[in-house]
């Protein structure tokens, strides 16, 4: 029998997977994913076979399909030069010698590692190439950390945090440069950046929000909460509110872990020294609860301790992946724990937001923090999610911080009568490859706009401008072609003053 060129056997192989995968990789099961890989890898003609794996591969990269998910499953997929290829990630505490190397799949050049995640898990990961750390090359999707930026799996069922890129024509607020303190209470100066909403001289009697490890929080890259506070007091899900980011780094130093771990000296700079600062310089609400004390990690554990030691100043606090475990670690504190200061902390004093991954995070200490909480009758907010201890985890949860906290009129509707159909836009299928569908519903007949944009604010589609539409149930639908190219897109649906904004993906 003739030898089938190249390019006819590629066609071939790709004919015989099933014919919804090969546009849009669509397998039904991750075992077609992996039959088809296998298949592919185990052509014994070497030409063959890098030519059936280049048309294979370059679906998969150009539909953003590398790690391949499906479900509860991943393929961590790598291929190109080295030898020894290890992966290190949230999932194996970054220790690339925690498992065994990638395998090669069959004959071919490409290596995999296969695991089973949450379905709506996002984690960070990176590869070590014979002992180089590298991102993975063929993953456009990244999340800046503490030492720079990590490719990230998004697991099928993880939901993208549309909040943290900047909605199309949104205000701005202000953000000043470095103010500094003199502390009387430490000993040297504290450097802080103060944000105000847009439109903040025509408002008064505002929250405050005051933030630790200020200066990762309000960095767009990891925190974006300038990006978040922007997005949500313009849709009216949040208040109003003046942010405070306090910066632990002091002549080139980073203090946190002393200035955060139980460190009444600090405590008392925010509460005696901070709070009068600001409170005399803007236009401040003064009651304890209408401050919040925010933080994560280290950060978190001092929340907890600020409002504990400071119930007068401080009624709210929002707590991300709190290290409660240094309390009781004698290499970190030997004083009184935070679990016994929480457990004899008056009823019903505080209103707390708490969040923590449940993959390698800080789990266990929020959930015994949380049954404290629930114990003295504190009002609490608590969520779990399926991700790590890192930036991605943290900026993705800054929306509910605000609703929960200093929730604007919008949110307040929507708990008073439900949610309101206006605000809700629903895009499919997302991502899209030839027709976007958008679903809406009106409760009374409204001036309606509907456009989408690019990620850098640019109009690429405006589907209806201004039309009156009747009550009810509304769809819109565009041919991917009006967006352009391949990419992320914000789509906007403006009702009276109210919006709503969806990320959506062309493929």
Not at 257 to 281: G, H, S, W
Not at 283 to 299: A, E, P, Q, W
Not at 336 to 355: H, K, V
């Amino acid at each position: 029998m003739p030898r089938l060129p190249l390019l006819s056997l590629a066609a071939l192989l790709l004919w015989a997977m099933p014919a919804h995968a090969q546009g849009d990789l669509a397998f039904e099961t991750f075992k077609q994913f992996t039959d088809s890989l296998s298949a592919i890898a185990s052509i014994p003609d070497a030409a063959e076979r890098d030519a059936a794996m280049d048309v294979f591969w370059d679906a998969l990269v150009d539909a953003e399909r590398v790690p391949f998910a499906l479900g509860d499953s991943v393929a961590y997929l790598y291929r190109g030069s080295g030898t020894t290829v290890r992966l290190a990630g949230d999932h194996n505490g970054w220790n690339p010698n925690a498992e065994s190397p990638l395998l090669y799949v069959g004959q071919s050049d490409v290596q995999w590692r296969i695991r089973q995640f949450p379905e709506a898990a996002r984690l960070e990961y990176k590869f070590v190439r014979d002992g180089s750390w590298i991102l993975d090359p063929v993953n456009p999707h990244q999340q800046w950390g503490g030492f720079g930026p990590n490719s990230e799996l998004r697991m099928p069922a993880w939901v993208f945090p549309e909040e943290t890129v900047r909605y199309p024509d949104v205000p701005l607020g202000a953000f000043t440069s470095n103010r500094t303190l003199a502390s009387t209470n430490l000993g040297y100066s504290i450097n802080y950046r103060v944000y105000t909403p847009a439109g903040y001289d025509n408002l008064a009697d505002l929250p405050v929000i005051y933030v630790t490890d200020g200066h990762e929080y309000s960095d767009d890259r990891l925190g974006a909460f300038r990006i978040v506070l922007d997005n949500l007091i313009d849709d009216g899900r949040s208040e109003s509110v003046i942010v405070v980011f306090i910066d632990p780094r002091v002549n080139g130093q980073n203090l946190r872990a002393d200035q955060y771990v139980q460190n009444p000296d600090f405590a008392a700079f925010i509460a005696e020294e901070l709070v009068p600062v600001i409170d005399a310089a803007y236009r401040t609400r003064t009651d304890r609860d209408s401050r919040v004390i925010l933080g994560t990690s280290l950060g978190g554990l001092f929340s907890t301790y600020l409002g504990l030691q400071h119930p007068d100043v401080f009624g709210k606090l929002a707590i991300q992946s709190p290290a409660f475990w240094v309390s009781e670690s004698p290499d970190w504190w030997t004083g009184t724990s935070i679990y016994d200061l929480m457990a004899d902390a008056e009823n019903g004093l505080f209103d707390i937001y708490m969040s923590t991954g449940n993959i390698r995070d800080t789990e266990d200490g929020a959930r015994r923090m949380r049954d404290l909480f629930e114990a003295t009758d504190q009002s609490l907010v608590y969520h779990e999610v399926a991700e790590s201890h890192t930036w991605g985890n943290w900026r993705a949860l800054l929306d509910e911080v605000l609703i929960a906290l200093v929730p604007g009129k919008a949110t307040d509707a929507e708990d008073a009568q439900g949610a309101l159909p206006s605000l809700r836009l629903s895009p499919y299928p997302n991502p899209a490859t030839e027709r976007l569908t958008f679903h809406f519903a009106l409760g009374a007949p409204a001036s309606t706009r509907l456009a989408c944009y690019d990620v850098g604010g640019r109009l690429r589609a405006r589907l209806v401008d201004g039309e009156v539409l009747a009550a009810g149930e509304h769809i819109v639908s565009v041919h991917t072609r009006r967006l352009g190219a391949a990419g992320a897109y914000l789509c906007r649906l403006t009702i009276g003053e109210r919006t709503a904004t969806r990320l959506v993906s062309v493929l």
